[in-house]
């Protein structure tokens, strides 16, 4: 991964963690920064979608017609008229 791409962060664990960490990491041949990462990257993974903070956008534009792809012609041809009648009134 491109180093310049990730961001320093500061995070406390238990000794125990750390030796137990060091041992696995060695183990496999990677850094202890790498090791987390990979971890992180597997619990991120398995998170449900509920969990997922981006789930909350759902919903969020429902403001509008429903139909809006299927009509779509016709609701821009209405806001035309509407500019151009707010236009002239403006210009009267």
């Not at 320093?8 to 000794?15: G, S, V």
């Not at 789930?55 to 821009?76: C, E, F, M």
């Amino acid at each position: 991964m491109n180093t310049l791409a990730m961001k320093p962060i500061q995070i406390h664990l238990r000794p125990a963690q750390i030796e137990t960490a060091r041992s696995v990491a060695d183990r496999r041949g990677v850094s202890l920064a790498e090791l987390v990462r990979q971890a992180l990257d597997a619990y991120l993974a398995e998170m449900p979608a509920e969990e997922d903070p981006l789930w909350n956008i759902i919903g969020s534009a429902n403001a509008g017609p429903t139909d809006l792809a299927a009509n779509h012609d016709k609701y821009l041809a209405e806001a035309i008229a509407e500019e151009g009648r707010a236009w002239h009134a403006k210009s009267s």
